[in-house]
């Protein structure tokens, strides 16, 4: 069983910065790769980043990268998103979730946090 509590969202403009935060409960956190997922209101749940294991291989949706990145700290359990250069677009309700192998596919990620809302104004 793994919990993930989510942090970091708010309401920002267009340009601005935030960085979210992912802390899991359990020692088991470096065994597992992490997303990050996004759900906008009215649309499907969508992918935005995801991390291996050991943080060296990362995968972005197209329309994040060069804006987005997503690390991680074994020592505290936790995953990072940081989002620079935000848009109205990228407003959403942002979700961590935990898989076996870092993937851009929500269907292999078992467990979720419960989301952090992101609102960019224009």
């Known amino acids: 069983q793994v919990q993930l509590v989510e942090s970091g969202g708010g309401l920002v403009q267009a340009g601005g910065s935030l960085r979210l935060s992912c802390v899991a409960s359990?020692?088991?956190?470096?065994?597992?790769?992490m997303g990050w997922f996004r759900q906008a209101p009215g649309k499907e749940r969508e992918f935005v980043a995801a991390?291996?294991?050991?943080?060296?291989?990362?995968y972005y949706r197209d329309s994040v990268k060069g804006r987005f990145t997503i690390s991680r700290d074994n020592a505290k359990n936790t995953v990072y998103l940081q989002m620079n250069s935000l848009k109205p677009e990228d407003t959403a309700v942002y979700y961590c979730?935990?898989?076996?192998?870092?993937?851009?596919?929500?269907?292999?990620?078992?467990?979720w946090g419960q989301g952090t809302q992101v609102t960019v104004s224009s």
């Open positions: 359990g020692r088991t956190f470096s065994r597992y790769a």
């Open positions: 991390i291996s294991v050991s943080g060296g291989v990362t």
């Open positions: 979730a935990v898989a076996t192998k870092a993937t851009i596919s929500a269907s292999s990620y078992g467990y």
